[in-house]
C-alpha cells in the first residue's frame, strides 16, 4: 500500500506514493522548501481523515497550525476528533519548561531528548483515528547542534521504532548544509529511503529540484524535477519553467543550423556566497547558542529576527522581533524590520502600527541630541564628545589626559630647577676648593702642558735612564731614580 504525499507530480516519481509505514529523510539547504512540503503531506492525511502529529523546534506550534490552516486543514474538526498532536521542542528556548507539559494539542518538551521521547509516546498514543497515520520530524538538525551525534542517532532510532510499530508513514526533515558527510550517512542510516531538495541558478533565476535518491520497496524515478512555489501551494514539473511568449510583433530570425547545440544551452552556475542563505542558517545557529547563554541577549534576537526573515520563515522572525520588543523596544531597526514583514504578509494594520512606532521611535532618538560645545580655537559648534573639530582640526584631549600632561610639566619643571640650583652652588663654591663636576655636562680631560725650552738638553720624552734633568719638565715613564736638577 502506498501513501500519497500530497503532490501529484512528487506521486509520480515514486511509484504512486510512499510505502505505508516508512519513515523517509527529506533533506535540503535551509529555507522553508521542506517544512512547506512535510505540512502538505501531513496536511493531505488531515484533510483525508487520518491522524497526524508534528515533532518541531525551529518554529512555533502557533505557526504550525496558522500554515496547516491555509492549507484547507479544518482545524477545528481535527482537533475535536482528536487526530492531531503537536510534540513542541520551540518553546523551551523562550521559557523553561518541566519535563513533559500537556496543553492539549500541544505537549511541550524540555531541552533533554529523553523527554522529547516521552512526549513523542504521549502523542502517539493519544491520537485517535483508524485511518493510516502520518507524522513529520523536524529535530534532527537542531537536535545535533545541542548534542553529539551519537545520541541523536540514537533519538532517531527509537523514534523510527515508535513509527514503525504504530504505523505511521513520517517525513524525517534535515538540512544537509549543516552536517559533514560522515554525520549525513550516519543519520540516514535509521530510516527507509531519501528525498533531496535543491537549488540551482538558471540564469537570472533560482531554480527549485527535487530528487529521490533511495527509496525502500521502490524504483523511484532517477531524474530530478522542478519544484515550483507559489501562493497557491507547491507544484512539481518534468522541465524547467518556459517564459512567457513575447507580444505580438515581427519574430525573431531563426537559430543558423550551423550553430552548436551547446549554445543553445543555459549555463548553471552555482549560487553565490551573498545568494546561499547558509550564512543566514549559520547566523541564526550561532544567535541561538547566545540565547542559551541570555535569552534577553537583544543582538542575538535581531539576528535571528534578520537571519529568518532571509530565510523566508516571516511568522518566525516576528515572533523573535516580539520577543525583542518585550526586551528592548527602542532597539535599532527593529519597528523597520516588523513593518517589512507585517507588510510582506499583507497585514496592513499591524504593518502601519509598526511603522508609527519606527516613527515615534526615530523622533525620540533625536529629541535626545548630543551635548554641543564650542571649539576653544575657532568656537565652532562640535560634540562633546568629539575628538577633533571638524573646522580647525584642533584635537580635544580628555580630562585625565590634561591632568597626567600637566603633571608631567609639573615634574620637569622641579627637575629643572633642581639643576640651576646646583650649578648656582658650583659657582660659589668654585674659589674654596676643586671644582664638582656640573650635573649634566662631563668633566673636562686633563690636559698636558709641555715643558718650557731654557736649555738643549734632550727632551724628557726621550726615555731617559737617569733623569738627570735642570729643567722642570716632566719625566716620561721609565725613569729609575727621578733625582731632579
Not at 318 to 342: C, F, I, N
Amino acid at each position: 500500500m502506498r501513501v500519497s504525499t500530497g503532490l501529484s507530480g512528487l506521486d509520480e516519481m515514486v511509484q504512486g506514493g510512499l510505502p505505508l509505514g516508512s519513515a523517509v529523510v527529506l533533506q535540503g539547504p535551509p529555507g522553508q522548501e521542506k517544512m512547506r512540503l512535510a505540512l502538505t503531506f501531513l496536511a493531505d492525511g488531515l484533510k483525508a481523515g487520518a491522524s497526524g502529529l508534528v515533532v518541531i523546534a525551529s518554529q512555533s506550534p502557533d505557526s504550525v497550525l496558522t500554515e496547516l490552516r491555509n492549507l484547507g486543514v479544518d482545524l477545528d474538526a481535527v482537533v475535536k476528533e482528536n487526530r492531531l498532536r503537536i510534540v513542541d521542542w520551540y518553546s523551551q528556548r523562550e521559557e523553561p519548561v518541566q519535563d513533559v507539559e500537556d496543553r492539549g494539542v500541544v505537549l511541550r518538551s524540555s531541552i533533554d531528548l529523553t523527554n522529547v521521547g516521552v512526549a513523542l509516546s504521549r502523542a502517539i498514543a493519544a491520537l485517535g483515528g483508524d485511518k493510516p497515520k502520518r507524522a513529520v520530524v523536524e529535530l534532527l538538525s537542531p537536535a545535533a547542534s545541542v548534542y553529539e551525534v551519537s545520541q541523536v542517532y540514537a533519538f532517531a532510532q527509537s523514534s523510527k521504532g515508535k513509527f514503525a510499530r504504530f504505523n505511521y508513514t513520517a517525513l524525517v526533515l534535515l538540512e544537509k548544509e549543516m552536517h559533514a558527510g560522515s554525520e549525513l550517512s550516519t543519520l540516514h542510516q535509521p530510516f527507509d529511503g531519501v528525498i533531496e531538495l535543491e537549488r540551482v541558478r538558471l540564469g537570472d533565476e533560482i531554480v527549485r529540484k527535487i530528487g529521490v535518491l533511495h527509496l525502500k520497496d521502490t524504483t523511484p524515478d532517477t531524474a530530478f524535477r522542478v519544484l515550483e512555489m507559489s501562493e497557491d501551494g507547491l507544484r512539481i514539473v518534468r522541465e524547467a519553467p518556459q517564459k512567457a511568449p513575447p507580444g505580438p510583433g515581427p519574430k525573431p530570425p531563426a537559430s543558423r543550423p550551423s550553430s552548436p547545440p551547446s549554445s543553445a544551452r543555459v549555463s548553471v552556475t552555482p549560487e553565490t556566497p551573498e545568494e546561499s542563505p547558509t550564512r543566514a542558517y549559520l547566523i541564526m545557529q550561532i544567535a541561538r547558542e547566545r540565547l542559551k547563554l541570555n535569552a534577553d541577549d537583544a543582538d542575538a534576537l535581531f539576528a535571528t529576527a534578520a537571519a529568518q526573515a532571509t530565510l523566508d520563515d516571516v511568522r518566525g522572525a516576528l515572533e523573535a522581533l516580539q520577543r525583542l520588543s518585550k526586551v528592548d523596544d527602542r532597539y535599532p531597526g527593529l519597528w523597520v524590520l516588523k513593518t517589512k514583514l507585517h507588510a510582506r504578509l499583507g497585514q496592513v494594520n499591524e504593518a502601519r502600527v509598526s511603522r508609527k512606532r519606527a516613527e515615534e521611535t526615530e523622533a525620540a532618538e533625536l529629541e535626545a541630541a548630543e551635548i554641543v560645545v564650542a571649539c576653544p580655537l575657532c568656537e565652532t559648534p562640535v560634540s562633546e564628545n568629539a575628538a577633533r573639530c571638524p573646522k580647525c582640526g584642533a584635537k580635544f584631549l580628555e580630562e585625565e589626559d590634561i591632568a597626567d600632561e600637566l603633571d608631567a610639566l609639573g615634574q620637569v619643571a622641579i627637575q629643572e630647577k633642581v639643576q640651576e640650583e646646583l650649578r648656582a652652588k658650583d659657582l660659589l663654591t668654585g674659589s674654596e676648593g676643586p671644582a664638582r663636576p656640573a650635573p649634566v655636562r662631563p668633566a673636562p680631560a686633563p690636559q698636558v702642558t709641555a715643558a718650557p725650552k731654557e736649555s738643549p738638553k734632550p727632551s724628557p720624552r726621550q726615555g731617559m735612564t737617569n733623569g738627570l734633568v735642570k729643567g722642570r719638565g716632566p719625566r716620561a715613564a721609565g725613569m729609575t731614580n727621578g733625582l731632579r736638577g
